[in-house]
């Protein structure tokens, strides 16, 4: 699926010291206004107390991990590697018939289909008919607002009952679970994550790049990791 968005270099030492790959819930994600601009269109009715209960309860079940295919491109590195000091986690796609990857659709905010959906959902209401588009619902996710498509960006979910552990984001506060899938391919195991590690790419403004490398795929190798380093970017100056 290409690149994640670059990390910060710590929490890249700490995946690669678990050997394990963490999914955030949906429940926290980074932008509301990503997903949050379909909500009068899924439903032309109010949730309900209850309802609303339920949104977090189901969020909690879906985890997400983002990729991009902008590897070299300097807006990714300033806006998710540190200032373009931090890392690029490189995946291959093993399978692409046993993942739920989806490539994100933008769509602009007054686009004819949103616009034919309101309109549809303002009829329903006027007749009294409360109606909610689940298709709608269940792919929101993968839609984003054209503002972002320069983010190139696909996405990874997955439907998991079982947490692994919370953390609260530092973004927004939020208490969020995460599960963890590993990264080593010992034995047939569900508890895989669905793509390879194959290699690391080190932000162009990251101190010590040759030094760092080496220490990463050392350190990587004796967690049964194997990869190589991707530094054939060349960047203009930052």
Known sequence: PGPRPPLRQSARVCRLLSGK???NSI????????????????RNYKED??????KYLFADKEFITSFTTRIDDLDMWRLY??????????????NKDSDELFNISYIAEKS?????????QDALKNNSIRFRMNLLKKYQHFLKLSDYSSESECRLMVNSKKTDGWFINRDNGILTPYIEKKLVREVEEDNIYPFRLSGIILGPASREQTANMMQILYMAARRGLKMEPVMEFEYRLL
């Open 49 to 54: 107390f209850d309802e609303e209960c339920d």
């Open 112 to 120: 004819d289909v949103l616009e034919k959906i309101a309109k549809l």
């Open 81 to 94: 590697g540190d200032n373009a000091r931090g890392v690029c986690m490189v995946f291959e796609r093993i």
């Open 21 to 23: 790959m963490r999914m």
């Open 27 to 42: 429940v926290s994600m980074n932008y509301k206004t990503e997903i949050g601009f379909l909500e009068e269109y899924i």
